[in-house]
């Protein structure tokens, strides 16, 4: 009986070992890891990354109006930032479908990710997204200038300003201004 018990603690001593000692369980960490490494919820691939890296450079363009050729040398130091931040990037996804997800919730995303009916959908969720950003951005764009319009309705753009007068040389006083 002794020799039982203490095969008994001894198991639940090797166990407890095993554990991080803080954070989740490993159990969780490896089949966050998984799903991470599987591309959910992004992929974290050359290609994945590219995607990521573009969709910066766009907003970049627009708000910086940087050159096609800036664009392309920003795009390739981006990509080549988030590739260095790849471990990091990692890290942090694991982290968030552990602190979301327990371990049955976990083992049914891997079983339903690696499937082929999961990869395929993956696939189709990807170009959906994809698609429903293009016109998510085309309609904000719309609602823009018919906000921009709509402002100008009511209130009228106002006169161009008076060209700067020539600045005077050191030492000048200004000309008195005009009687009324």
């Given amino acids: 009986m ?42 974290l691939d050359g290609e994945g990354m590219q995607q990521i890296a573009y969709q910066q450079v766009q907003g970049m363009m627009q708000q910086d109006g940087l050159s096609p050729e800036q664009a392309r040398q920003v795009l390739m130091g981006i990509t080549k930032n988030l590739e260095a931040s790849t471990p990091e990037i990692k890290e942090a996804l694991v982290k968030s479908f552990t602190d979301e997800f327990n371990v049955k919730e976990l083992e049914l995303l891997v079983k339903f990710v690696t499937s082929k009916e999961g990869q395929a959908i993956q696939e189709k969720i990807q170009v959906v997204g994809q698609k429903g950003s293009e016109q998510f951005q085309a309609i904000a764009q719309q609602a823009g200038v018919k906000a921009l319009a709509d402002l100008r309705s009511v209130w009228p753009v106002p006169p161009a300003p008076a060209p700067a007068a020539p600045a005077l040389p050191p030492g000048a006083t200004p000309p008195a201004p005009l009687p009324n």
Avoid: H, Y
């Fill in 2 to 43: 002794s020799r039982t018990v203490i095969a008994v603690v001894a198991a639940a001593v090797a166990l407890t070992a095993c554990q991080p000692t803080s954070g989740p369980p490993t159990a969780e960490v490896r089949l966050a890891t998984k799903l991470v490494d599987a591309g959910v919820p992004i992929p």
